[in-house]
Every structure is written in C-alpha cells, then in structure tokens.
C-alpha cells in the first residue's frame, strides 16, 4: 500500500495542536505508541500509566498535554486531549483504499433511484426503486439498498450491507459488512399455540455520524420507526430491535442487545454483552458494565452492574448452590438475630 | 410508497371481526395506537394498561374484546383476540415491496435447478446444482442456494441470505438477511493439543411457517440433521448449533444461543441472550427469562431463571465480592446455630 | 448426491487404525451412531457412556479402543483414540458439494491480484487489487475479498464471506459464510460528549488451519495486528475485538466476545457466551465455562465460571432480592459471631 508522509507543521494544524520542534519540516510516516515508535512516527500520551515511556521514546513527535510538555525527549504536539489528538492523527494516515467514484457496470440499479455527485458503486451492488444516495457516498460491493430507502451524503457502506426498504441514514455515517437495518421486528400473536405474524410497517431512522458495526442488526418499527440519534456508534453484533430509540452520542459494545420500544437517554455507555429488556426508559448518561441484564428502567445516571465475579469453576459452584439457599440463609440469620 | 385504503367492512371480513359502525364503507389507510390515531387509521385494545386511552382515541375504528364494545367512543371491530386482530390487520396494510415475478438476468442459476411456478429470482443470487425453489417463492439479491437443497412454496427469502448444501425448508417460510443455514456445527477431535474437523454430514430440515431472523444461524448436524419444528420464530443473531431439535411453535428471541444436540419440546419462549448447554432436553412449555444459562434439562413447564438483578456498580461490587463468601458465610450460619 | 462407498481396508490405512476383520474389502457407504448405525455403516465408540449399545450393534465395523476390541460382535478399526478416528472417518464420507477449480465469468477480480493455480472463484465474488490467492483455494459465491488482503493455499471460503483490506489468512483455513474479517475496530475519543473516529490502520492475521464459523466477526487492529494464531477454532457468531491475540489451538464456542487488546494463551477452551474484557492476559491452558463474564487477567491454568445456576422464575427472585443484601447479611453475621 502506498507511504503517506506530512510534515509535523501539516499535522499540527490538521489536528489543531501547538507544534514545539526545531524541525517544523520533518516527515513522518506513520503512528505508534511510545514504546514502539521509530523516528518516522508520531505517539501519543493520552493515558497517564504510559507516562514513565515518554523518556525513553523513538518518535518523530508526541502529542502531549500542556502540562506535560517539558518531559518530552522529542519534538511535541501540545494539545489540551490528546487522545482526540491521536484520533484525528489516525485518520490522516487512514489506508482504507480508495474506491472509483463511478457506477461499476456489474450493479444494479432501479432507474428511479437518484445517485448524488461524486456518487461510488462498486460491483454487485443491488438498489431498489426511489432509493436515494447522497453525494460523495460510496456503496461497497454486494450491497443491497431495497425500495426507498434513502443514504445521506459522504457515507461509507462498506461490502455485504443490507438495508431493507424505508431506511433512512443520515450523512457520514458508516455501515460495515454484515450489517442488516430494517429486517422485521419479532413480533408475533398468540393464537391456539401458534404465532400470527404482525407485519412490520414501520421502518428504520438513523442519524448523522453514526456507525454500525459488522453483523449488527437494526430491526424496523412495528407501527413507527426504530430510531438511531446522532453521533451513535454501535460496535459488532450488536441486536437493536423494533420501536427501540437511542439517543444522540450513545456508544454501545459488541454482542449487546436491546429489546422492543426500550428508550435510551443521550450519552449512554453499553459495554458488551449486555442485555437490556423491552419497554423501558434509560435516562441520560447511564453506564451499563459487561454482561449485565438490566431489566427495570432506569432514572437515575452513573453505573449499574449484574451478575457474580469469575471465580476458580470448582469455588463457583459453591456458591452458585448457596445462591438457591440465599433466601432460606437470610431467614435463619433473622431468626438468630431474634435469638440473640 | 402506495397508499392503501380499505373499507371497515372489508376489514372486519379478512380479519374475521364482526363490524359495529354506522357507515361500514368508511376508508381506512393506516394503523396506529390508540393515541396516536387519526380518524383514517384503526386501532386495537389488546392489553389493559391501555384502556383509559379509549375513551379519547380519535381512530376510525377500534378492534375490542366484546366486554369493552360498549366504552368505545367510534366504530368497533369486535374480536375474542383483539391482538390477533392487530396482526391481522398489519398484514393487510403491509408496505413489503413486490418483488416481480421473474428472474433477474444476472442471476446464476444451475441449469439442474427446478423452479416453481410464480417464482421471483433477484439480481445477482445464486442458485446451486438440483436445487428445487417451490411456487410463489421469492429469492431476494445477492442470496445464495447451494447444490441439494431444497425451498418449499410461497417462502420469502431475504437479501443476502445463505443456504448451504442439503438444506431444506418448509413452506410459508421467512428466513431475513444475514442468516446461515447449513454452516458447519462446530465439531473437533482433540488430538495431543491440536483439533481434528468432524465433517458434518448432516443438514438442516425447517418445517412450515417458519421465520428466522436477520444474521441468525442455524448450523448443519454432524450425523443426522439439526431440525426445526413448524411455526418455530426465530428471532436476530440467534445462534443454533449441530444437531439441535426445535419442537413446534417454540419462539426464540434475539442473541440467544443452544449449544449441540439439545432437544427442545413445543411451545417453549426463550427470551433474549438466552444461552442452553449441549445435550439437554427441555419439556413442552418451559418459558425462559432474559440472559438465563441453563445448564441442565427441564422436565416441568414453567419459567427459568439465572443471574442476578441489576444494582448500581458500587453496590453490585460489595454483593458481588460477598457471592464469592456465599459457601463460607453459609457454614459459619451453621455453626452459629448449633452453638446457639 | 452421489453415494460414497471404500472397503474396509482403505479406511483403516486412512484412518491409522488395524483393521481386524475377515472381510478387509466390505464396503460401507456411511457413518452412524452404534445405536442406529446399519450392516453398510461404519460406527464409533468415543464416549464410555455408550460401551452397553457395542454388544447389539449392527454395523459393518467399529472403531474401537484397544481395551474394548474383544466386546465388538463385528469388525472392529483398533486404534488409541477412537474419537480421532471417527474425525478422520467423517472427512472421507465429506458431502460438501465439490466446486468447479475455474473462474466464474460472473466474477469481478482486480487485474493486479494474484490467483494460484487450482483456485476456484464461484459467482459473483469481488476481489480487489493486489488480492493474492493461494493454490487450490476455492472462493464462495458473492464472497468480496478487499485490496492488499491473502488467501492462503488450500483455503476454503463459503458463500458471502467479506474480507476487508489488509487481512491475511494461513493455509488450510476455511471461512463460513457471513463471517466478515477485518472491519473497523471499535475506537473512539471522547470530546465534549461526541466521538471522534479513531482510524484502524492496523489489519488481521490469520494462522494455518484456522477456522472461523458463520456470522462471526474479527476486527482489524487499532495499530498493529489482530492475531489468531495456527489451529485455532472459531464458532459461529463470535465477536474477536481489535488488537486481540489469540493463542496457537484456543477453541472457542459460539456467540462469545473478546473485547480488544486482550491476549489469549495457546489451548485455551471458551465455552458459549462467554464475554472477555479488555486489556486482558489469559495462560495457557485456561478454560472458561458457558455465560462467564471474565474481568481480570488469569495466570492459572484450569477452569473458571461467573453467573449463577438455574431456578424456577418464581424461587430465583427471592435468590435474586437476597444477592442485593448480601454485604448486609455478611455484616450482620459477623455481628453475631462477636456478640456470641
């Protein structure tokens, strides 16, 4: 793959940072942590337990916070984040390959769709009839886009995406492979011990700047859309179901899921795994640790937790039975107190 | 999109309610809560919890158990299953884009593939050697059919949906984009720290009336087929391993997971992030609740639970560390009883 | 599909076992359970639980542990681990539709990439510049293989498999359909509640004899390489995060989640919805028993588990109501034990 070089006064106003170097002129070629950075690479200390490496470090620069600055053997990049810093360093030295802005001829396109300027297909791409795609988008191959659905402007699908009819993105937001949004809400009557399926005549809304993880699926409203705020970053395999609403800058990891008509506040954090029940109500900047179910809503923000700690298999069933007997072991210790 | 209007009579007829209204030739083009209704859409009381809303719902009709026909303030669609009313009519007005009744010309199709009659084949999908597509069945694009397998009549495939070889489905099924069926089942011999592959010979039968959601994945059976009973509603991202047995009817939610060989009877609701060991027989009517690891067979119907409630993760940290205790807490309970 | 038959005699030199049998030239043409295996199929006895069913089988053979030779009414394959020789058996009696070794005119590849000889590309597959594929590698139908990424020898890629750029697999691997390899990590800066994308310039490197199960996901390193390493298994619709290294023969079952930077030993087993935090180190040798939450780093070989065992709905809530007083009930107890 093509080298990128930039000089550091390049980088310095790219990421907005305050560049000390004798050398304003020096190229480098690449980013790396203190630890393992050459003299053509720009580091970073973002994370204070890293501090102790800035001594001895290769690189080219780093990017340092004011208070920092004097304890830095090279060339430094002042910046009051610089984890931000590095965020917008890597994007400067980004090698995903570039993609033709053309409509490669194996796609197939409905003629009533509109394709934006500076519009990319690649090959095998499927749209749908009315389909919109926003200027400078690029459609990566195999996709499938159905029936009016509308991509925003300067998105990024990448291969094997499926968005089904009525889904609407907003602009720069990033789809990755696998991702399926608008599939059916499960959604089912009982009837005499069979399911009556309730069609899904809702569709999907996503806003602007939000990712989509490979193989995470966004499932259409029922009666209404399912809705994606702005700034949303969903990680891998990520369930959202039917009428779920999150809001804006919302970060959820991989393998979690949320269940129909459940409401997230803006700012949420979701580690992975976890589970979040149906119909309820997630206020703003609430935290949800690893694995953990939360089955009730939530009214007040900061972090909530489920589950036991790993232990050694052969402790844990130890407990995991003494966990049966909780309920029978309070009533005794009661009883002692009573005693007493 | 196409608006559809319907008359109530019309309505009352397909969904099998008897009409109370004055004009029975009044149209309808939509569904809504009873909330949110506008005097052209109709609405449905279904659970309780909503009742106070009738009396101010603004909808054209309301679909109502005979008990309440009398609060409604508008026309009433009288049912005994007012919810299954609902899903009938969502199908009525169901927004799913026709697929023509063709086949695209980039589609790749084995010339030893037998097609019904009626059936649709979207751009790009790929059909295997003797595979048999069974009448009225659409295949959407980019999906692909391998060699041997088999799709019965007035099934709806999908975008990007994969069969393997040897896999064969029932009719009136639904299987969404990003499901699997047919991929290996995850099968090893050890053999001195490294694994041997067990081919999996088996494959994977579906009855009728069978959904599957979006990049769920129904894995192929070592020796035998893994089989998934009639009316079986398979939520997203579930995973089904070799040899698993699904008995009639059984609706899983998303995330969840059954690991090799288990059998599970009819009727069975599994919630979501749901994981079942390997081996293990659950009865008819055995309900399991949200993020449950079960770990041994069930021979009673009823519910199953595991895990622990949700608490604020500076709490949670003190149960958690005192789960660890539980055994020795449990003894020194003992102890203080004896010496009481 | 065709029928598969070999004489005894060419089993026992496939497999490594000493046939002891009159007839080394019976054919059989299948493998079953020792229960329900017929005359022209070969059985196996692995597992001790199944040594009653030997004396009644009605196989053409069986393979069998030296010890138990003398219990077997029919032919009998000896060999030291019978469960390997049933592993190697299965491969003989593969069903898997075998591929045409050409080009499908479908298929859309980069004049720069590189095929080997004996490569078999199906329809409809995209694959991109500088793409390598080694000899005897067969690509899936609608599987996309991005710029810059190699295939190696001997490789197995089904259906709607994505590779982004930069991915590069060993020998002998075999991808299942869905699975995508190398999207986007999960990295982002916080900046005054948005999320600055951090780009992931790293890419993923695959071992020899790896396997990776449908739906499963590996993402790319943030810098530096998400590893995995020769011999290792991964089931369907498992999430492997950025920068994660997975040591040589770890197996890890399905819908589990190892979050980034995390570092896994050599033969490590993960049972099914396992979630792994980040920034972990795990031995050698470490077992991880199903819906564990693993949060800490583990520096002894042997088995783990969190959670807790399962219970009727109806006791777990009284279990459950218990758990969030436990530090209480340890306090209280304590109290007791002092004031006896």
Not at 42 to 57: C, E, G, H, M, W
Not at 77 to 87: E, I, Q, T
Not at 137 to 159: M, Q, Y
């Amino acid at each position: 793959m093509a080298q990128i070089a930039i000089t550091l006064a390049e980088i310095a106003e790219k990421i907005g940072a305050t560049l000390v170097a004798k050398d304003d002129q020096l190229l480098v070629s690449g980013i790396a942590t203190l630890e393992l950075a050459e003299s053509d690479q720009i580091s970073f200390l973002a994370n204070p337990s890293y501090r102790k490496q800035l001594v001895d470090t290769q690189a080219a620069a780093v990017i340092l916070h004011p208070d920092l600055q004097e304890e830095s053997p090279v060339p430094v990049l002042v910046m009051n984040n610089p984890y931000v810093g590095f965020a917008k360093l890597s994007q400067l030295f980004n090698n995903l390959p570039e993609q033709p802005i053309a409509i490669h001829p194996s796609a197939v396109i409905a003629e009533s769709a509109e394709l934006g300027e500076g519009v990319s297909i690649a090959a095998n791409v499927v749209i749908g009839e009315s389909v919109q795609i926003g200027a400078g988008s690029r459609i990566g191959a195999n996709s499938v886009i159905s029936d009016h659905s509308i991509v925003g402007d300067n998105c990024l699908l990448h291969a094997n995406v499926v968005m089904y009819h009525d889904v609407v993105i907003g602009n720069n937001c990033i789809l990755h492979s696998g991702c399926v949004l608008g599939a059916d809400g499960f959604g089912f009557a009982p009837d005499a011990g069979n399911w009556v399926k309730i069609a899904q005549l809702g569709g999907v809304r996503l806003g602007d700047d939000v990712e989509v993880g490979a193989n995470t699926t966004i499932d259409r409203g029922a009666l209404g859309h399912t809705q994606i705020g702005n700034g949303v970053k969903l990680d891998d395999q990520i369930m959202i179901a039917h009428n779920v609403v999150i809001g804006d800058c919302c970060a959820i990891a991989a393998t979690s899921g949320i269940a129909g008509s459940t409401i997230l506040g803006k700012n949420c954090t979701i580690a992975g795994g976890v589970g979040i029940a149906g119909h309820l109500e997630l206020t703003d900047g609430v935290h949800i640790t690893g694995m953990t179910l939360v089955s009730k809503s939530i009214k007040e923000p900061g972090a909530y937790s489920s589950g036991t700690a790993i232990m050694p298999a052969k402790e844990w069933r130890k407990s995991a039975t003494r966990f049966r007997q909780l309920d029978d072991m309070a009533r005794r210790l009661k009883t002692l107190e009573k005693n007493q």
